[in-house]
Structure formats: C-alpha cells, structure tokens
C-alpha cells in the first residue's frame, strides 16, 4: 500500500461512508447493488447516495463504468477519482471487501469494547 500523502485522502481512508452512484437495470445489476449496499450497512458501514464529505469508497454501475450516466452522476465519480477515493464495479466484490478491510476491522474493534491495538506487543 502506498503512503498517503494529502489529509483529504487519509480521512476518507477512515469513512465509514460508501457511496453508491448508478441505476441499475438489469436483472442481475439489480441484484447485486441490493446485496452489496445489504453487506455494506451489516458491516457497519454506511450506504449513501449522495457525495457529501468523505467517503471510504464509491460503488458504481457497469453503466457509470461505461460511461452511460448522468452529468451529475459522472461529476460525482469524477469529483471521487480526484480526491483519490476508489471507485469500483458493483460486481468486483473482491476489491470492496479489500478496501473496507480496515474500515470493518476497526469498527469491529470497536463494538467489541477493545481498544484499536490492544494486545499488541505483549504485556
């Protein structure tokens, strides 16, 4: 992982915020947005729909992928990739489970009661 080198981005890192952008259509678009925005809230993250302060990362159609989108929904994905935010298909399950690893580690930690880092280092 490369450092991090603007606050902008290094807060986002610590969003808990997960922006969905798109409409999907397709059956099978449509199935997967309900399940992955379902992973996301059960996970202790927070699904929104609007680009508004940080965010951890964006979720996008293969529509806004292919460039088939809203002036407003290609502003947003835009304003995202400038920040640094990741922006990922709906379908790539693998890399939003890698980018929220932290996010839902730490939030895990924190439902626990156990401090982040607690344990380490021994006695």
């Known amino acids: 992982m490369s450092p991090i080198s603007s606050i902008e ?7 808990r915020r997960v922006l969905f952008v798109g409409n999907p259509t397709r059956y099978n678009d449509v199935s997967q947005w309900a399940m ?16 508004d302060g ?21 502003a947003a994905v835009q304003h995202a990739r400038t920040l640094g935010v990741p922006c990922i298909s709906v379908h ?5 489970w890698q980018v929220t690893a932290r996010v839902r ?10 401090p982040a880092g607690a344990h380490r280092g021994g006695a």
């Open 9 to 15: 981005v290094a807060r986002a890192r610590r969003s």
């Open 54 to 74: 940080d965010v951890l990362c964006v979720i996008v159609t293969e529509d806004i992928l292919d460039g088939r989108c809203s002036a407003k929904e290609s």
């Open 105 to 114: 580690s730490r939030i895990r930690e924190s439902a626990a009661g156990a």
């Open 92 to 96: 790539d399950t693998t890399r939003i």
């Open 36 to 51: 992955v925005r379902q992973w996301v809230a059960l996970h202790g993250l927070e699904p929104i729909r609007e680009l």
